[in-house]
T-cell receptor
Framework: KQEVTQIPAALSVPEGENLVLNCSFTDSAIYNLQWFRQDPGKGLTSLLLIQSSQREQTSGRLNASLDKSSGRSTLYIAASQPGDSATYLCAVLNQAGTALIFGKGTTLSVSS | NAGVTQTPKFQVLKTGQSMTLQCAQDMNHEYMSWYRQDPGMGLRLIHYSVGAGITDQGEVPNGYNVSRSTTEDFPLRLLSAAPSQTSVYFC?????????????FGDGTRLSIL
């Protein structure tokens, strides 16, 4: 059974720092991996989607990498801002394409 | 463009009551799904649909029913509410018949069962 783990569960950094969030998964047979952001009391917003054949995706200050063979993905946030404070979730899509399996998230707090 | 709309936003039920959580999307997406989010458990898939008239079970389907009569709507029914169904429920949609594309989520329905 696919399991997705995110470490750390919580992270606090001062504004301006570069930071890395980690995601690992147990079954490398995935179709894609997606990173989401969730603000308190809100739904999820898709940030980046990496297909299984890709190594990384970039959007603005965000860069996500995927190493399928080792079952790892990282989300790199450059020059963090207080507005980046949120919970970040990763999810993998199984190869049947039927289900997203989510990690429990990393809650990020960026202080000014 | 409203995206994915969920109603109601909050609901309190008594054990044994039934209710329907509504989900509508205006993006002509084929794939729609329901998740529940519980503290310490993450998001878990309840049911999903790959198009009108086609639904299937996810990881935690017991106690829930779904139907998909139109592309736009995907309601989730609780037949006889139980305290274990207290949770935040999210509806999501994406283009195509699978979550291959980025998922669009609603803002959730916060449900308490007393």
């Amino acid at each position: 059974k696919q399991e997705v783990t995110q470490i750390p569960a919580a992270l606090s950094v001062p504004e301006g720092e570069n930071l890395v969030l980690n995601c690992s998964f147990t079954d490398s047979a995935i179709y894609n991996l997606q990173w989401f952001r969730q603000d308190p009391g809100k739904g999820l917003t898709s940030l980046l989607l990496i297909q299984s054949s890709q190594r990384e995706q970039t959007s603005g200050r965000l860069n996500a990498s995927l190493d399928k063979s080792s079952g790892r993905s990282t989300l790199y946030i450059a020059a963090s801002q207080p507005g980046d404070s949120a919970t970040y979730l990763c999810a993998v899509l199984n190869q049947a394409g039927t289900a997203l399996i989510f990690g429990k998230g990393t809650t990020l707090s960026v202080s000014s | 463009n409203a995206g994915v709309t969920q109603t109601p936003k909050f609901q309190v039920l008594k054990t044994g009551q039934s209710m329907t959580l509504q989900c509508a999307q205006d993006m002509n997406h084929e794939y729609m799904s329901w998740y529940r989010q519980d503290p310490g458990m993450g998001l878990r898939l309840i049911h999903y649909s790959v198009g009108a008239g086609i639904t299937d079970q996810g990881e935690v389907p017991n106690g829930y029913n779904v139907s998909r009569s139109t592309t736009e709507d995907f309601p989730l029914r609780l037949l006889s509410a139980a305290p274990s169904q207290t949770s935040v429920y999210f509806c999501a949609s994406s283009g195509g018949q699978s979550p291959y594309q980025p998922q669009h989520f609603g803002d959730g329905t916060r449900l308490s069962i007393l």
